[in-house]
């Protein structure tokens, strides 16, 4: 249908009004295609100055900006606008979150408070949303706390919420929701077994995965298992979780596995699965700011403090009885590297030496990554 929305603009001999102008944006947005593109561009370049004013249509020029990828001229549009509504908000919050910029939407929400705008479930679920992304446990009570009680009662809310808590390292909280919803649905029981996975409960999730109905087993929840079994060194329950799926499932997961696979030999060095871990991005909460570390990383400007730090925390291990394992390290050594400089600059220490040159005792430390949350 938003095809066919397209040829009849071909096929028209007058100028779009704000209403057949905004099913345009819509259409464009749902298609986008090369088509789409160019036809979202063409209409957005010639839409009256006047029409601007109207929130529908600014909202819709937002959307088909973001759709298109042009996310600068979607925040540009959205600071032009003098009175915005919650679709306004909601729209671009969400574009922060998909951007993983999920402290900008939570400083939009500070910004719709103080403009006595109402969050609705959508821009609560956006919230949740960021909530998880940053992992932040203080993060997670503040917007909770905000969160009507009538709220609660909105089932993909709760779903939003067990995955938050999962990986904000609050399982407790995430298994109250979860035994709070009378139906759990394919989400739900997702997020759970997702949530005991990622804090290192591969049992559990397991175990929950076995009391789920069949006809609510699927590819997502089916991968979310096997992967937490991978995590948590379950090889048996992986082995019969696998036997049971059906082919067809199965060859959907060989060729999810394929595609995993391709996408990382193509971006990174042949490394194992447990190095590739250490090189995902670190973001840890310091003073209410927020830092980001990669393995090896030099870019932060006290580079040089950070790694003289890690040395001394290295340094006071080994006189505590710490020996370097080299069995983690299962790639054979570059020239002039030492066993040492890989195991000591992965992404996590380099945050904990971050830490300790702030605080030389810190009575807490979040450091949070994508596949897991360390306290």
Not at 118 to 142: E, H, P, T, W
Not at 228 to 254: P, Q, W, Y
Request: hydrophobic letters at 40%; charged letters at 25%; glycine letters at 2%.
């Amino acid at each position: 249908m938003p095809t066919k929305v397209l040829d009849l603009l071909d096929e028209m001999n007058i100028e779009p009004n704000q209403a057949i102008l905004a099913v345009l944006f819509s259409a464009c947005s749902r298609v986008a295609n090369d088509r789409a593109m160019k036809i979202g561009r063409k209409l957005l370049d010639e839409m009256p100055k006047n029409f601007v004013n109207g929130n529908y249509i600014q909202n819709s020029a937002i959307n088909i900006l973001i759709r298109f990828g042009d996310v600068r001229s979607a925040r540009n549009l959205f600071h032009m606008i003098r009175k915005k509504n919650i679709i306004t908000y909601g729209t671009t919050m969400n574009e922060y979150n998909i951007n993983s910029e999920p402290l900008k939407s939570l400083k939009l929400f500070e910004e719709m408070k103080r403009n006595d705008i109402n969050a609705d479930a959508i821009v609560l679920i956006i919230l949740i949303g960021a909530c998880a992304r940053l992992g932040m446990l203080s993060k997670c009570q503040s917007i909770v706390a905000q969160i009507p009680l009538h709220f609660y009662e909105n089932q993909r809310i709760r779903n939003s919420l067990i995955d938050m808590w999962g990986k904000a390292d609050s399982v407790k909280d995430a298994q109250k929701i979860f035994e709070s919803i009378d139906k759990p649905d394919v989400i739900t029981y997702t997020a759970m077994i997702n949530s005991f996975g990622l804090n290192r409960m591969g049992s559990e999730a397991v175990d929950l995965y076995r009391k789920m109905p069949n006809n609510l087993h699927d590819e997502v929840s089916t991968i979310c298992v096997l992967n937490t079994c991978s995590h948590s060194g379950l090889l048996n329950e992986a082995h019969s979780i696998f036997n049971e799926i059906d082919c067809l499932s199965r060859l959907f997961l060989f060729d999810e596995a394929q595609k995993l696979l391709e996408d990382y030999e193509k971006s990174n060095p042949p490394y194992s699965a447990m190095y590739s871990d250490h090189e995902e991005a670190e973001n840890i909460r310091l003073n209410r700011i927020k830092e980001q570390f990669k393995a090896h990383d030099r870019s932060h400007s006290r580079s040089k403090e950070i790694y003289a730090e890690a040395e001394r925390i290295s340094s006071e291990l080994i006189k505590h009885g710490h020996n370097y394992d080299s069995s983690w390290i299962t790639r054979p050594l570059h020239e002039n590297e030492k066993m040492e400089s890989i195991l000591c600059a992965h992404s996590e220490r380099l945050a904990i030496a971050f830490n300790f040159i702030q605080e030389t005792k810190p009575s807490f430390i979040q450091i949070t990554k994508k596949s897991s949350c360390l306290r």
